[in-house]
């Protein structure tokens, strides 16, 4: 179906969706430290009214229309929920992974003209340890409930190609960079979301565990929201809470970081009944494993459960995509990404020198999107170097086949000599031994490909089965075993590839 394109204003987005919608319901699994009075259920009249409340309480704090507001605290719902009430009143929020340091932000502060910065409890240490931010710039999320409101402020909006929301890089490469939306572009990224939902006949619950901070949250609420689906957003991915909220909420649709998939397939496979009640599952911006796909869908109690891989960039929003079935998995080459969506996305394959390739050539993967970012903030010239034209640098390394389906190969930085495609090789280990929940090949000390693993918990390393997976793959070194959560990763899960060499290289 063929949505049409409305810019998006995340509050205008909210109070439209819970006019239309206003008993749909909203499960949390904790409660919200910034919006306790929503407890653990809401509906989106009820978050609607809790949001126009906290706006005003902000104006009292200070925050006027134009006014830059760093949203930097725990990763839960109301992460979002304060962007949008930022929003209402025509301030320009600039969301902020809670696991930065304080000298990162630091610089993130400068770089922002010396903003407010609202934090809670989880992020309080640091962010009184901001040298630059005066305590009259800080604003603490708990305490916010607690200026008194007489008047409810009025709603104000920023020109719709102004910069109204900003994002940002990983910063596996150094300080993260900002990345700037502005209704306009943000607009076009909802209509794309939009046409996806528009398959979904049912507005069943959909439960989603995703970085609140990634450009990715805001335009999977707002569009969830649009089309009146109830939502339980997960800040707890653990196995032992996944297990409880799906067995009491038992969700239709399911959306995480590919990652957080490979992490739950233990789950999924010794207790498949935990996830028997979904039908459509959705992974966010990476590739994921076959197996890790196949695993999810075969859980399921549902006649034609599918599983959407998106491929995308926070710079220019979903680009690819491709529906996965029981059936379409068994020939499936898991690097085969899919295909654009006509008139709002598509890529090419480029040489060295920006020039396209023939379909079957690999090279550099350029994106053409409608919803394009506009900048990194105050960094003009490192945005603009990625450009060609209209089409977008993505660092990525792929090939098109003859019917034009992209294949991802690689990160340009990741590269490895004498090894075609890291995450092909990743991919095959993680289809064939279910004992390991991460696979990652790095350049070692001499260059030469690294393999890091972690072992699922309760089980251990089989030698054995390791080496025999080797025979037919070009030479690897003998892998490092971490544990899972002491493998570095982004806000959003990825693995932190250029952090890992290094801190190889050090030892």
Request: aromatic share 10%.
């Given at each position: 179906?063929?949505?049409?394109?409305?810019?998006?204003?995340?509050?205008?987005?909210?109070?439209?969706?819970?006019?239309?919608?206003?008993?749909?319901?909203?499960?949390?699994?904790?409660?919200?430290?910034?919006?306790?009075?929503?407890?653990?259920?809401?509906?989106?009249?009820?978050?609607?009214?809790?949001?126009?409340?906290?706006?005003?309480?902000?104006?009292?704090?200070?925050?006027?229309?134009?006014?830059?507001?760093?949203?930097?605290?725990?990763?839960?719902?109301?992460?979002?929920?304060?962007?949008?009430?930022?929003?209402?009143?025509?301030?320009?929020?600039?969301?902020?992974?809670?696991?930065?340091?304080?000298?990162?932000?630091?610089?993130?502060?400068?770089?922002?003209?010396?903003?407010?910065?609202?934090?809670?409890?989880?992020?309080?240490?640091?962010?009184?340890?901001?040298?630059?931010?005066?305590?009259?710039?800080?604003?603490?999320?708990?305490?916010?409930?607690?200026?008194?409101?007489?008047?409810?402020?009025?709603?104000?909006?920023?020109?719709?190609?102004?910069?109204?929301?900003?994002?940002?890089?990983?910063?596996?490469?150094?300080?993260?960079?900002?990345?700037?939306?502005?209704?306009?572009?943000?607009?076009?990224?909802?209509?794309?979301?939009?046409?996806?939902?528009?398959?979904?006949?049912?507005?069943?619950?959909?439960?989603?565990?995703?970085?609140?901070?990634?450009?990715?949250?805001?335009?999977?609420?707002?569009?969830?929201?649009?089309?009146?689906?109830?939502?339980?957003?997960?800040?707890?991915?653990?196995?032992?809470?996944?297990?409880?909220?799906?067995?009491?909420?038992?969700?239709?649709?399911?959306?995480?970081?590919?990652?957080?998939?490979?992490?739950?397939?233990?789950?999924?496979?010794?207790?498949?009944?935990?996830?028997?009640?979904?039908?459509?599952?959705?992974?966010?911006?990476?590739?994921?494993?076959?197996?890790?796909?196949?695993?999810?869908?075969?859980?399921?109690?549902?006649?034609?459960?599918?599983?959407?891989?998106?491929?995308?960039?926070?710079?220019?929003?979903?680009?690819?995509?491709?529906?996965?079935?029981?059936?379409?998995?068994?020939?499936?080459?898991?690097?085969?990404?899919?295909?654009?969506?006509?008139?709002?996305?598509?890529?090419r394959i480029v040489n060295d020198?920006?020039?396209?390739?023939?379909?079957?050539?690999?090279?550099?993967?350029?994106?053409?999107?409608?919803?394009?970012?506009?900048?990194?903030?105050?960094?003009?010239?490192?945005?603009?170097?990625?450009?060609?034209?209209?089409?977008?640098?993505?660092?990525?390394?792929?090939?098109?086949?003859?019917?034009?389906?992209?294949?991802?190969?690689?990160?340009?930085?990741?590269?490895?000599?004498?090894?075609?495609?890291?995450?092909?090789?990743?991919?095959?280990?993680?289809?064939?031994?279910?004992?390991?929940?991460?696979?990652?090949?790095?350049?070692?000390?001499?260059?030469?490909?690294?393999?890091?693993?972690?072992?699922?918990?309760?089980?251990?390393?089989n030698w054995d089965a390791w080496?025999?997976?080797?025979?037919?793959?070009?030479?690897?070194?003998?892998?490092?075993?971490?544990?899972?959560?002491?493998?570095?990763?982004?806000?959003?899960?990825?693995?932190?590839?250029?952090?890992?060499?290094?801190?190889?290289?050090?030892?």
């Amino acid at each position: 179906m063929n949505n049409p394109y409305v810019p998006l204003n995340l509050f205008t987005n909210f109070k439209e969706s819970a006019e239309r919608f206003p008993d749909v319901p909203i499960f949390f699994d904790e409660t919200l430290a910034g919006f306790a009075e929503l407890g653990l259920e809401t509906t989106y009249a009820g978050c609607l009214d809790a949001i126009v409340q906290k706006a005003t309480q902000l104006k009292k704090a200070g925050v006027k229309k134009a006014d830059k507001i760093i949203i930097y605290k725990s990763a839960k719902f109301d992460t979002y929920l304060f962007a949008v009430a930022a929003s209402y009143l025509g301030a320009v929020p600039a969301m902020i992974s809670p696991h930065l340091p304080t000298t990162t932000m630091e610089i993130l502060a400068e770089r922002l003209d010396l903003p407010f910065l609202l934090f809670d409890a989880a992020t309080a240490d640091k962010a009184r340890a901001i040298s630059n931010l005066s305590t009259g710039q800080l604003i603490c999320a708990e305490e916010l409930a607690s200026f008194a409101v007489e008047k409810i402020a009025e709603q104000e909006e920023l020109p719709k190609d102004m910069i109204s929301y900003m994002t940002h890089t990983s910063g596996t490469t150094g300080i993260p960079k900002l990345i700037a939306h502005s209704a306009n572009s943000m607009g076009w990224r909802t209509k794309w979301q939009r046409n996806i939902l528009s398959l979904i006949r049912e507005k069943e619950l959909a439960a989603f565990h995703i970085s609140p901070v990634h450009s990715r949250f805001n335009i999977g609420i707002s569009s969830l929201m649009s089309q009146g689906f109830p939502l339980l957003p997960i800040a707890n991915p653990t196995k032992t809470s996944i297990e409880r909220l799906f067995n009491k909420f038992q969700p239709k649709i399911v959306e995480t970081h590919p990652n957080n998939f490979v992490q739950w397939v233990s789950l999924a496979r010794e207790k498949p009944e935990i996830f028997k009640s979904v039908k459509y599952y959705h992974s966010t911006f990476d590739a994921i494993n076959k197996e890790t796909m196949a695993t999810f869908l075969n859980t399921s109690s549902e006649k034609r459960p599918v599983f959407m891989q998106v491929y995308g960039q926070s710079e220019c929003g979903p680009m690819i995509l491709r529906f996965h079935t029981k059936k379409s998995l068994q020939n499936l080459d898991a690097r085969n990404m899919g295909y654009g969506m006509k008139g709002l996305t598509e890529v090419r394959i480029v040489n060295d020198k920006g020039e396209p390739v023939p379909n079957g050539t690999p090279g550099n993967i350029h994106m053409l999107s409608k919803g394009r970012a506009l900048t990194y903030f105050k960094e003009d010239a490192r945005f603009t170097e990625n450009t060609y034209g209209l089409w977008w640098d993505s660092g990525d390394y792929g090939v098109k086949n003859e019917t034009g389906a992209l294949y991802l190969l690689d990160r340009q930085v990741d590269l490895v000599e004498n090894i075609e495609s890291t995450l092909a090789i990743e991919d095959k280990l993680l289809d064939s031994l279910d004992f390991l929940d991460e696979v990652v090949i790095i350049r070692g000390k001499d260059g030469s490909p690294q393999p890091i693993i972690s072992v699922c918990a309760d089980h251990e390393m089989n030698w054995d089965a390791w080496f025999n997976e080797l025979t037919d793959l070009p030479h690897i070194n003998e892998p490092i075993i971490m544990a899972y959560d002491d493998i570095p990763r982004t806000a959003t899960m990825k693995v932190q590839r250029l952090r890992l060499e290094g801190e190889l290289k050090a030892k």
